[in-house]
């Protein structure tokens, strides 16, 4: 079964550093450009940052650039995203995804459940 | 960056209805776009990739399509479980945006 699981989430103080997991299983995790979306409380989704299959390419929306390092390592089949600086408006639940670039269209085909990061003193 | 706007902000309909949900990109994006449904709770699921192919077990009554700056998604036969929100997102170019949503109830 292909799967997504994130972890890593909780709470943490403005200014203050985290680092999100997300575990793949069931597909061959370095064929595929993988990306993070976070969805803060009560609101839409905002695309975070992608990477390509071999970590060597990293693209990140212009809010957390800077702040947050996307990589992975192919070996633990695990995407990562380090987030540092943290503020109170990145405060969402984070989403790994899975995009296939399937004949050079990228889309989102499978989703992990989410871990919810809390910046709040 | 691009920007998607999706309208209606929200709409409600019966079961056995045909909806669309239409959705504008602030430029040509060709037909780099795709169409989830989030759940309350729940992760967004694809249904639509590249304006119209439809995602592997994705029921037939949903279809989308357009080209350009103009697309729609139309979910023809309503059913309950399609109660949800719903957002189109564009893969032209980064940062990937997504519209605002639009929360469908039946």
């Known amino acids: 079964e292909v799967q997504l699981v994130e972890s890593g989430g909780g709470l943490v103080q403005p200014g203050g550093s985290l680092r999100l997991s997300c575990a793949a299983s069931?597909?061959?995790?370095?064929?595929?450009?993988m990306h993070w979306v976070r969805q803060a409380p009560g609101k839409g989704l905002l695309w975070v940052s992608r990477i390509n299959g071999d970590g060597r390419r990293t693209t990140y929306a212009d809010s957390v650039k800077g702040r947050f390092t996307i990589s992975r390592d192919n070996a633990k089949n695990t995407l990562y995203l380090q987030m540092n600086s943290l503020r109170a408006e990145d405060t969402a639940v984070y989403y790994c995804?899975?995009?296939?670039?399937?004949?050079?269209?990228?889309?989102?085909?499978?989703w992990g459940k989410g871990t919810t990061v809390t910046v709040s003193s | 960056d691009i920007q998607m706007t999706q309208s209606p902000s929200s709409l409600s309909a019966s079961v056995g209805d045909r909806v669309t949900i239409t959705c504008r990109a602030g430029?040509?994006?060709?037909?780099?776009l795709n169409w989830f449904q989030q759940k309350p709770g729940k992760a967004p699921k694809l249904l639509i990739y590249?304006?119209?192919s439809l995602q592997s077990g994705v029921p037939s009554r949903i279809s989308g399509s357009g080209s350009g700056t103009d697309f729609t998604l139309t979910i023809s036969s309503l059913q309950p479980e399609d109660s949800a929100t719903y957002y189109c997102q564009q893969s032209y170019s980064t940062p990937y945006t997504f519209g605002r949503g639009t929360k469908l109830e039946i």
């Open positions: 069931g597909f061959t995790f370095n064929s595929y450009w």
């Open positions: 590249a304006a119209s």
């Open positions: 995804a899975r995009d296939p670039d399937y004949n050079g269209f990228s889309f989102m085909d499978v």
């Open positions: 430029q040509n994006i060709r037909n780099y």
